[in-house]
Nanobody, 127 residues
Framework: QVQLVESGGGLVQAGGSLRLSCATS????????MGWFRQAPGKEREFVAA????????DYADFVKGRFTISRDNAKNTVFLQMNSLKPEDTALYYC????????????????????WGQGTQVTVSS
């Protein structure tokens, strides 16, 4: 079992930055691929970024490439999402997700590939 708790969300002006954190507990992050998703009101949950358990491979949605960066500190069992140049359309509830995977390069992109989810942290970007 893996428990996930997101933090770091808030209200920011367009062009600003936020750093989301996902603290995990229950086991170490070895062999656990991690991802970030977001869901805006009335929309489906969508992929934002993912990182393989080794940290060697990352993947991003096209709409965040060059602005967001996913990272992880396995020693602290924490995953981060650095968000820069935020836009009003980035406003959403952001979720952290995890799945066991021994593949050192696996970066799942779909909701159904993940087994564990946090409760989400709200990000609101004002224009």
């Amino acid at each position: 079992q893996v428990q996930l708790v997101e933090s770091g969300g808030g209200l920011v002006q367009a062009g600003g930055s936020l750093r989301l954190s996902c603290a995990t507990s229950g086991r170490t992050l070895t062999s656990v691929a991690m991802g970030w998703f977001r869901q805006a009101p009335g929309k489906e949950r969508e992929f934002v970024a993912a990182m393989s358990w080794s940290g060697r491979t990352t993947d991003y949605a096209d709409f965040v490439k060059g602005r967001f960066t996913i990272s992880r500190d396995n020693a602290k069992n924490t995953v981060f999402l650095q968000m820069n140049s935020l836009k009003p359309e980035d406003t959403a509830l952001y979720y952290c997700a995890a799945v066991f995977s021994s593949n050192t390069h696996r970066t799942p992109r779909t909701v159904t590939e993940y087994n564990y989810w946090g409760q989400g942290t709200q990000v609101t970007v004002s224009s």
